[in-house]
C-alpha cells in the first residue's frame, strides 16, 4: 500500500506525525508533504523535530514543488490522508485551486477516484467551512475531524490521538491495535 500524507498548518500536527509512525512500524509506503505552516507547527506544538517527522516517510516532497511525481495520475498511490487539514487547504481542494503539492495530490487523487481522507481541525465551523466540506463530502472524500471519543475512557493525550489516527487508518482497511473495538472492552 502507497499512501500520500499531507500536513497543513492547522493545530494538530500530532496527527499527521503519529500517522507517519503508525504506517511506518505497519511496513506502509509514505510520500509526505508539508505546508510551510504544517513545518512551524511541529515545534511549536511538539518536541519533535522537522528531521525525525521527515524521517518516518518514504519520500518527502517540497509543497512547492509541481514536479513531483505524487501531482501526477500516473503515479500509482492507494489514497492521501491531510492531517491535519487546515480550512485554506480544505477551500483550495473544494475549489480546485491547486496552488500548492498538497492541493494539487489531493486534487489528483480526486480525479483519479481514489481515497482521500481530511482530517479537519476547526472550531467554530463557519458556514463557508461546512459548505466546502459538503461539497466535498457529496463526491465520496471522508470528512474526519480527530473529534475525542470518551467510551473507552482516554487516560492521556496519547490515547486520544491514537483513536483519531486509528479512524483513519479504518477508512483504508489498515489493520491496527491504536484502540479499543466497541464491544471489546
Given at each position: 500500500?502507497?499512501?500520500?500524507?499531507?500536513?497543513?498548518?492547522?493545530?494538530?500536527?500530532?496527527?499527521?506525525?503519529?500517522?507517519?509512525?503508525?504506517?511506518?512500524?505497519?511496513?506502509?509506503?509514505?510520500?509526505?508533504?508539508?505546508?510551510?505552516?504544517?513545518?512551524?507547527?511541529?515545534?511549536?506544538?511538539?518536541?519533535?523535530?522537522?528531521?525525525?517527522?521527515?524521517?518516518?516517510?518514504?519520500?518527502?516532497?517540497?509543497?512547492?514543488?509541481?514536479?513531483?511525481?505524487?501531482?501526477?495520475?500516473?503515479?500509482?498511490?492507494?489514497?492521501?490522508?491531510?492531517?491535519?487539514?487546515?480550512?485554506?487547504?480544505?477551500?483550495a481542494?473544494?475549489?480546485?485551486?491547486?496552488?500548492?503539492?498538497?492541493?494539487?495530490?489531493?486534487?489528483?487523487?480526486?480525479?483519479?477516484?481514489?481515497?482521500?481522507?481530511?482530517?479537519?481541525r476547526?472550531t467554530?465551523?463557519?458556514?463557508?467551512?461546512?459548505?466546502?466540506?459538503?461539497?466535498?463530502?457529496?463526491?465520496?472524500?471522508?470528512?474526519?475531524?480527530?473529534?475525542?471519543?470518551?467510551?473507552?475512557?482516554?487516560?492521556?493525550?496519547?490515547?486520544?490521538?491514537?483513536?483519531?489516527?486509528?479512524?483513519?487508518?479504518?477508512?483504508?482497511?489498515?489493520?491496527h491495535?491504536?484502540?479499543?473495538?466497541?464491544?471489546?472492552f
Open positions: 500500500m502507497k499512501l500520500v500524507i499531507g500536513m497543513t498548518g492547522s493545530t494538530g500536527v500530532v496527527y499527521g506525525i503519529r500517522m507517519l509512525e503508525t504506517l511506518k512500524n505497519l511496513g506502509i509506503e509514505t510520500h509526505l508533504i508539508m505546508s510551510e505552516w504544517a513545518a512551524k507547527c511541529v515545534s511549536m506544538e511538539t518536541e519533535y523535530s522537522l528531521d525525525y517527522v521527515k524521517s518516518l516517510a518514504t519520500n518527502v516532497s517540497d509543497e512547492k514543488n509541481m514536479a513531483s511525481s505524487v501531482s501526477s495520475g500516473t503515479h500509482k498511490i492507494n489514497g492521501m490522508i491531510v492531517a491535519p487539514c487546515s480550512m485554506k487547504t480544505l477551500a481542494i473544494a475549489n480546485g485551486y491547486d496552488d500548492t503539492l498538497i492541493a494539487r495530490a489531493a486534487g489528483v487523487t480526486i480525479k483519479e477516484s481514489r481515497k482521500l481522507v481530511l482530517m479537519v476547526e467554530p465551523l463557519s458556514a463557508i467551512h461546512l459548505e466546502n466540506m459538503l461539497k466535498l463530502s457529496r463526491l465520496g472524500i471522508v470528512i474526519l475531524p480527530p473529534v475525542t471519543e470518551f467510551y473507552t475512557k482516554p487516560k492521556s493525550i496519547d490515547e486520544i490521538i491514537n483513536h483519531g489516527v486509528g479512524k483513519c487508518l479504518d477508512q483504508f482497511d489498515i489493520e491495535d491504536l484502540y479499543p473495538r466497541w464491544g471489546s
